[in-house]
Nanobody
């Protein structure tokens, strides 16, 4: 089992940047494909970005490509989400999630694939 704790959220003006971090503890971090999801008020949780166990493969929701970058540091048991050119519609609670997989290059984009979730960190983008 793995425990996930997100940090780095906050209030930022439109056009600004934030870097979210997710610290993992428990079983070997490199055993998990990782992902970021978000949930805005009154909306369903949606996929943002995902990264493989090795970090060599990534995937993004179409609207995030070019603005968001997911990365991981297996030596530090951490995954990151760099968010640039933020927009008010990016306001949401952002969640880190972990998916067990034997595939070293596997990237999971569906929520059902993720067994472990953090508590979330609030990102608010003001106009």
């Amino acid at each position: 089992q793995v425990q996930l704790v997100e940090s780095g959220g906050g209030l930022v003006q439109a056009g600004g940047s934030l870097r979210l971090s997710c610290a993992a503890s428990g079983r070997t971090f490199s055993s998990y494909a990782m992902g970021w999801f978000r949930q805005a008020p009154g909306k369903e949780r949606e996929f943002v970005a995902a990264i493989s166990r090795s970090g060599g493969s990534t995937d993004y929701a179409d609207s995030k490509k070019g603005r968001f970058t997911i990365s991981r540091d297996n030596a530090k048991n951490a995954v990151y989400l760099q968010m640039n050119s933020l927009k008010p519609e990016d306001t949401a609670v952002y969640y880190c999630a972990a998916a067990t997989t034997t595939g070293y290059s596997f990237v999971a984009v569906t929520q059902a694939r993720y067994a472990y979730w953090g508590q979330g960190t609030q990102v608010t983008v003001s106009s």
